[in-house]
């Protein structure tokens, strides 16, 4: 794997961030997701061990690393899928070790996946209204029958997922099944189904995988909007290098579940270390 690739953005890397001052031409937060000695194992295998670093308000943070490095698992752990052994995972304040999914969605936090588990039978809008779940109030039985204040609250919803349709650009797929999209659309289609949940934070895992470059440069753009418009706070995890150093703030770098580097793109990309554990070799 090369530690280098050709960007499918224009223009050179994101500067580190300031705290409290811009970069890239936004400005950052103070600490929202604080991660503290983050330890995860299987049986006697360790997938994480020691891991610790922050995201400011309003960053694009990466978490890099080769194949097998523990990213996907350290996910995991932020939004609930797994349970660490030791370590904290503070949000807005509020400390936890041990949080079931859901309750991490209501604090604010949304995820996709590298591999998507969308309704493939379903429309695209529909797939969409999934994301919209943890804000509905009304019942079961009045969201059936669709009377009074359960309709009103429909309503509200689908406008909200329509304004997520047009920003994703893919208004002329929003009744197609989802099963019948090329891939690259199916990959908006998950981003926007975490959108509508209106996360704070949003956990991307892989988010060009697979795609082509006129994808990429789509998603990179969505990406970027997503933090600029919706001042939504990205962590995303990527292993095409010209995307992590065109669009993040800051990286962190796992290798066999162990951090070996943290800091700006420039610092990251230059470390002995890291491309040693990319390339095998300190050249």
Do not use: W
Not at 58 to 69: D, K, L, S, V, Y
Not at 83 to 111: C, D, L, N, W, Y
Not at 115 to 140: E, P, Q, W, Y
């Amino acid at each position: 794997m090369k530690i280098m690739n050709e960007s499918p953005l224009n223009g050179g890397s994101a500067g580190g961030p300031v705290p409290g001052g811009t970069t890239g031409g936004r400005r950052l937060g103070d600490v929202i997701l604080d991660v503290r000695n983050i330890s995860l194992a299987f049986g006697g295998v360790k997938a994480l061990t020691d891991i610790s670093f922050d995201v400011r308000e309003h960053e694009i943070r990466a978490i890099i690393g080769p194949n097998g490095a523990g990213k996907s698992s350290m996910l995991n752990c932020i939004n609930g899928v797994y349970q660490p052994q030791q370590g904290t995972i503070t949000f807005r304040g509020k400390s936890f070790s041990h949080m079931k999914s859901r309750q991490v969605a209501e604090m604010g936090i949304a995820r996709t996946f590298q591999n998507l588990a969308l309704f493939k039978g379903m429309s695209v809008l529909d797939n969409i209204m999934t994301g919209r779940n943890l804000h509905i109030k009304s019942n079961l039985l009045l969201q059936a029958l669709r009377i009074g204040p359960a309709e009103r609250e429909e309503i509200r919803h689908r406008e909200y997922v329509e304004h997520i349709i047009d920003f994703l650009e893919i208004q002329a797929f929003r009744k197609t099944p989802v099963g019948q999209l090329p891939y690259g659309l199916q990959k908006r289609v998950d981003l926007g189904r975490a959108l509508a949940m209106e996360p704070q934070v949003l956990l991307l895992d892989e988010p060009m995988a697979g795609m082509n470059l006129e994808e990429k440069q789509d998603m990179c753009r969505f990406v970027l909007d997503v933090n600029d418009e919706f001042g939504t706070t990205v962590v995303l995890i990527e292993h095409d290098m010209g995307v992590v150093m065109d669009i993040s703030d800051r990286v962190v770098v796992l290798d066999y579940g162990k951090k070996i580097g943290d800091g700006v793109p420039e610092a990251v990309r230059t470390s002995p270390e890291v491309v040693k554990a990319y390339l095998g070799t300190a050249h």
